[in-house]
């Protein structure tokens, strides 16, 4: 039973069946029948080991003063530049920030569960048995992502926040849907895509140093998961017929703006506004008047703002095109982003993060960058 309505497969490391058919995994044939697009990043697994729960690699024993001190760097945060300010105290201030970015890390821990179980799903279908092997190590390592996330949530507030509905809603499509392409472009390139730019944004700005470990180990793991989906994207996307292309295309720019819309917004965070005195109404209301700002636009441009990470990826993946590219106009620079190379925004973080690894798990053999990972064996 192949899995055949909807299921856009271009290229046979990617053909899938029913969640349910596990008598089709049996079949004498497909075991021999391994692609070698994956090899180099399955091999490489070994090389950014880390275990959360080992204090050679993490101590989330690590204190901060949670009243006192900002996580991070307070400019990083966007309703303090609104009116917001004005009605807090410094103290009240120190709350806001750091209950937002309890609030971010609770979403990332919501987003690391999905990524397990996705992963996890992708073993059912994917009947390739490399693409099987690279995607049960994925699920390990979004695993110990679950792990890091919980420790640190409860070293600094004890339980994460509820997840909000939106990416509750999303997240749940993703792992129980049965089409590759949607969990690949779904987590592999959006959801992935805007955690490596918010890891990189944490990596940057947190002034706890617990936190930028987090950061940076689980860094080192995700450069590989988008290198994964860089890989189904390259071997897919220039394949595909012009209505299946402009199908991804715009099912994406969907998916990109209940991300936009819905991750940040108001709304969403009213329990934490409540605990500072403020209704969520007139925050949203603030957010407007300080939209009107062209350099609060400008801010919201910087390399390391996360939705620019998640457009370059969908850029360089051949997702976005003339089709679409002026929707995204809105909130980046898209000239830019066309004269830009692969390199994404996290890799030198990560790239570092495997170097201190190695050292750590007495790796001495060669090192192979990033970079290598996606090129043509
Ligand atoms: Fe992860
Ligand atoms: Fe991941």
Known sequence: MALQDGNITVDQAYEAVDPKDFPAMMDVDRYGNRSTAFDKIISATHDHFWDPLDKKYID??????????????????????TAVADKLDEKQKIQLVNMNV????????????????????????????????????????????????????????????????????????????????????GMQMLVEGLAMGAFATFYKFSRDPLMVKVMQLTMTDEAFHHK??????????????????????????????????????????????????????WVQSAFMEAMTDSKIREDMQESTNIFRVLIKTLLNA??????????YAAFIDMKELYGEGDRMVGDDIAEEGIKFLRKLNGNNGTYMSLDSMTAAE
């Not at 994207?233 to 209940?258: C, G, M």
Request: hydrophobic share 40%.
């Open 60 to 81: 989330f024993d690590q204190p901060f003063d949670m009243e006192n001190e900002y996580l991070i760097d307070p400019a990083q945060n966007m309703e303090l530049k």
């Open 102 to 185: 309890h609030w971010s890390l609770s979403s990332i821990l919501h987003g690391e569960q999905g990524a397990l179980a996705l992963s996890a799903s992708l073993c059912h279908i994917l009947k390739d048995p490399g693409a099987q092997e690279y995607a049960a190590n994925q699920t390990r390592e979004e695993a110990r992502h679950v792990t890091g996330f919980t420790n640190y949530i409860k070293a600094r507030w004890g339980k994460p926040v509820q997840v909000g509905p939106a990416l509750g809603d999303l997240l749940t499509e993703l792992v129980l849907s049965p089409l590759v392409w949607k969990k690949l472009v």
């Open 228 to 281: 994964f989906g860089k890989i189904w994207a390259d071997r897919t996307i220039p394949k595909l017929s012009a209505d299946e292309r402009n199908q991804i295309e715009d099912w994406a720019w969907e998916v990109f703006q209940v991300l936009l819309y819905n991750l940040g917004s108001p709304e969403q965070k009213k329990w934490m506004y409540a605990r500072v005195g403020l209704d969520w109404e």
């Open 318 to 327: 051949g997702i976005i095109t003339e089709r679409t590219s002026g929707n």
